[in-house]
């Protein structure tokens, strides 16, 4: 009786399958771009299953962190949006969900970071208004809401890492529009609480992360405390820098996320 062993192959044409269904999925979120005079913002944009031109929908933008930079327009999908692609996620919470893409040189917001005797210190540039990703934002979200049927009451932004620390920006340029936000692995200058405090937040951490201290996460939150904001803060024991792999699965993150609107 011969035996055959097959599961080399076996394994190989299972990860080419694997590898397919990844593609194919990612591909459901649609390659376009924002051409500004000479700037581009290249960005990927998921329409709720079933698209209907009678419906509005909520809008949800996610920022990705420095890492996914570039002009691929592919990079930054890398995380977070397979789980915006979750078939259970699309069917309770159809959305426009869109995934901005930052220049491969740019930030979505301007910081400065040095190592010192007490760790990692951050420092966010008083000079926020010149930054060109965060003008490029403003105008994709323009651009959105004129394109899309979208519902002005429910519209939410999200980000990891450097996208965290854009999210608090891109909030406190448009302090009446986002009905939530949550950050991940990210932080703020305090000195803009009072101006961000009327929208809901979650913010998530790793407590042991190396890239970006813990302690940015809580000092935005204390300040938000005191500016009277309804703010959540999530910290995982013995986490790193991924923490957006722990906030993803959080079973209250959609459920909280969507049901916030903005009081009219």
């Avoid at 909520?58 to 691929?72: A, T």
């Avoid at 190396?210 to 302690?215: A, D, E, K, L, S």
Wanted: hydrophobic letters at 40%; aromatic letters at 12%; proline letters at 5%.
């Amino acid at each position: 009786m011969r035996t055959y062993k097959f599961y080399p192959l076996f394994l190989y044409i299972l990860l080419i399958s694997v590898q397919g269904l990844i593609a194919q999925d990612l591909s459901a979120f649609k390659k376009e771009q924002l051409v500004e005079k000479l700037d581009t913002l290249p960005y990927r944009i998921l329409l709720p299953l079933n698209y209907s031109q009678t419906s509005n929908y909520p809008l949800v933008v996610f920022l990705h962190g420095s890492g996914e930079r570039g002009n691929d327009n592919e990079a930054q999908l890398t995380h977070g949006a397979g789980t915006f692609l979750n078939n259970d996620i699309r069917q309770r919470y159809p959305a426009v969900v869109v995934f901005p893409q930052c220049a491969s040189k740019g930030y979505w917001h301007d910081i400065q970071s040095e190592m010192t005797a007490d760790g990692r210190k951050i420092t966010y540039s008083p000079n926020a208004e010149n930054n060109a990703q965060q003008q490029l934002l403003s105008r994709l979200l323009d651009h959105l809401l004129s394109e899309y049927n979208v519902d002005r009451s429910r519209i939410y932004v999200g980000g990891l890492s450097m996208g965290a620390m854009g999210t608090f920006e891109l909030v406190r340029r448009h302090p009446d529009t986002f009905a939530a936000a949550f950050a991940i692995c990210g932080g703020a200058n305090t000195e803009i609480a009072d101006q961000i405090c009327e929208t809901p937040w979650w913010i998530f951490h790793g407590e042991d992360d190396p890239v970006v201290p813990q302690g940015e996460s809580k000092k935005i939150h204390d300040a938000l405390l005191e500016a009277g904001a309804g703010v959540r803060l999530t910290i995982y024991p013995e986490v790193q820098h991924e923490s957006w792999n722990n906030a993803f699965k959080e079973p209250d993150l959609f459920p909280w996320l969507f049901k916030q609107q903005l009081k009219k």
